[in-house]
């Protein structure tokens, strides 16, 4: 079993607020994020997300980062 961490996530699936307005290195930065986290993470593994997952503002916002969060293993 391997523990990982890793905040500001700041997904943006219920919310008009992408990464790329800070340089084109951080377009599709979900996809990219997704990919790293499939090569190390196992179902027997830890994830800690500490926080800053989501640029959303409301919780019933937050429905689509939940559901992309919850589908990787941890």
Known sequence: MS??????????????????I????WENHEK????DWLKKVNND??????GDFSW???LK???FD???LCSMPR
């Open 66 to 68: 939940f559901e992309y």
């Open 61 to 63: 916002d937050t429905r």
């Open 32 to 35: 990219k994020i997704k990919e």
């Open 3 to 20: 523990i990982y961490a890793i905040a500001d996530l700041h997904l943006s699936f219920g919310t008009n607020k992408p990464m790329n």
């Open 56 to 58: 959303a503002m409301y």
């Open 22 to 25: 800070f340089g084109t290195n």
């Open 45 to 50: 593994d830890l994830v800690l997300l500490p």
